[in-house]
Nanobody, 125 residues
Framework: QVHLVESGGGSVQSGGSLRLSCAVSGYTYSSRCMGWFRQAPGKEREGVAAIDSFGTTRHADSVKGRFTISQDNAKNTLYLQMNSLKPEDTAMYYC???????????????????WGQGTQVTVSS
């Protein structure tokens, strides 16, 4: 049973920083594709960033230059460093996992099968 547990969310002022973590357990596949997604009230869930087993990353245009996805395979932990936060970044943030990053869009929620419960990020102006 794959479990993903997010942490690190909170409330910050515009321009501030947060680092989200996602602890992964129960994942036994040799390959892994991980992603961060977010969903604001009344909006659809959207992809933020993704990373594959080799460390290749992709970031959504809306966060390029501000957010960075990374992972520590030894700790089975995924991270999202968020800098220069804006009020429009306010959302529930989720991590997600699947076996391979190929064969679909890594920023599309439908592409991922394992999901965490989310951590709230609120950015005030």
């Amino acid at each position: 049973q794959v479990h993903l547990v997010e942490s690190g969310g909170g409330s910050v002022q515009s321009g501030g920083s947060l680092r989200l973590s996602c602890a992964v357990s129960g994942y036994t596949y040799s390959s892994r594709c991980m992603g961060w997604f977010r969903q604001a009230p009344g909006k659809e869930r959207e992809g933020v960033a993704a990373i594959d087993s080799f460390g290749t990353t992709r970031h959504a245009d809306s966060v390029k230059g501000r957010f960075t996805i990374s992972q520590d395979n030894a700790k089975n932990t995924l991270y999202l460093q968020m800098n220069s936060l804006k009020p429009e970044d306010t959302a529930m943030y989720y991590c997600a996992a699947r076996t391979y990053c190929s064969g679909g869009s890594v920023l599309a929620p439908w592409f991922f099968g394992y999901w965490g419960q989310g951590t709230q990020v609120t950015v005030s102006s």
